[in-house]
């Protein structure tokens, strides 16, 4: 069973905190806090090969320029928004802290679901417009993604950001130097406010 069914099942149909959420994710995952963790759980249907669009999607990525990046995400959690010959462009949640993700969820869960549709329909020209959503745009090639992509609907994206997946590294992939998540926030926030 996948992590947001588990989280599902417990909610019981209550409106409960982001902390409870926050542990809840925790007590769940254990020793399953990976990404090869949170895979393995997922239903078959809940994988594919191509991203779902208007859905978020968890996939393990490799930059091709990795080594001209400052940093790069290998396990980037994305809601795409473009398609591209050979690759997409979209959001991707794990550049900014928590208590931003869950804000620039908010916004985009409030302007831009498709109720009909179980999607959020996000184009360029709403994301540029969002101070929290420009500095964290990300284009991706399909010939670097190294996994399935974990299909993640509406209804389970506020799970899905709270997920301790993020991993980001610098320099050329296969001597790759970890970077502190903070570091990476706290550059992103600086680009949003410009200081």
Do not use: C
Not at 34 to 49: C, N, Q, V, Y
Not at 66 to 88: C, R, S
Not at 120 to 136: C, E, H, T
């Amino acid at each position: 069973m996948s992590i947001f069914q588990e989280i599902r099942d417990s909610e019981e149909g209550r409106e409960l905190s982001e902390r409870w959420y926050r542990y809840k994710v925790k007590q769940i995952l254990g020793t399953r806090a990976s990404f090869r963790g949170i895979m393995s759980d997922a239903a078959p249907e809940e994988r594919g090969a191509r991203p779902n669009w208007g859905n978020m999607n968890l996939f393990w990525y490799r930059p091709k320029q990795a080594k001209k990046l400052p940093y790069y995400d290998v396990f980037p959690i994305v809601l795409p928004f473009k398609k591209h010959l050979g690759g997409f462009t979209g959001i991707n949640f794990h550049y900014l802290p928590v208590y931003m993700r869950i804000k620039l969820l908010d916004l985009l869960d409030a302007g831009f679901a498709d109720d009909r549709k179980g999607r959020l329909q996000v184009f360029w020209s709403d994301v540029k417009k969002l101070k929290l959503a420009r500095p964290i745009v990300r284009r991706y090639k399909s010939d670097h993604v190294h996994s399935l992509f974990l299909h993640i609907p509406v209804q389970d994206m506020f799970v899905a950001i709270l997920l301790p997946v993020e991993k980001f590294y610098h320099g050329a992939y296969k001597n790759k130097k970890y970077v502190n998540s903070k570091e990476v926030w706290r550059d992103t926030r600086s680009i949003m406010y410009g200081t």
